[in-house]
């Protein structure tokens, strides 16, 4: 019966070893794992990719409609290599890199702006609401929030 178990015991495992190793191939840009077409697997993991792009655009409006039809293809390109932190991390880590490479646009700059004074998030912990008054800026658009409630005091610049 101990050997019997310790079969079982190790199918398990080794089954768990090759799931972790799908979902990476799927949502994190691990290697394709033995067994697997990789075409069929692309395939999958684009799907997945732009699941994930309608998610944070729920949470993002602004970010993805300022990048319109752009907005799949810069974040499948920017999320690839990365897994899931959850829609609203996701969005807020792309608009950061958008800003870090100056290419946030304004509407974006300005949904990060209310966001960064409405809530404390150091990448790698979920935001928590500010509690003191604060500000908040991105491409020129600068957020002020007091007592709660997260105001835009200046938009971000617009290309003329």
Not at 12 to 30: F, K, P, S, Y
Not at 79 to 100: I, M
Request: charged share 25%; net charge positive; proline share 9%.
């Amino acid at each position: 019966m101990d050997d019997l178990a310790a079969r079982q015991a190790e199918r398990v495992d080794d089954l768990a070893a090759r799931q972790a190793e799908l979902v990476a191939a799927l949502v994190a840009g691990g290697p394709v794992p033995p067994g697997f077409a990789p075409a069929p697997l692309a395939a999958a993991r684009t799907a997945l990719l732009r699941k994930r792009a309608g998610e944070v655009a729920r949470h993002w409006p602004l970010l993805a409609a300022s990048l319109g039809a752009d907005w799949t293809a810069t974040f499948a390109g920017w999320a690839a290599g990365r897994p899931t932190q959850g829609s609203l991390r996701d969005g807020w880590d792309l608009a950061r890199a958008l800003r870090d490479r100056g290419t946030l646009p304004p509407l974006g700059a300005e949904e990060l702006a209310l966001r960064e004074a409405g809530a404390r998030y150091d990448g790698r912990r979920p935001p928590r609401p500010r509690r003191l008054p604060s500000l908040g800026r991105a491409g020129g658009a600068v957020a002020v929030q007091v007592a709660g409630r997260v105001r835009l005091l200046r938009p971000a610049r617009r290309a003329a």
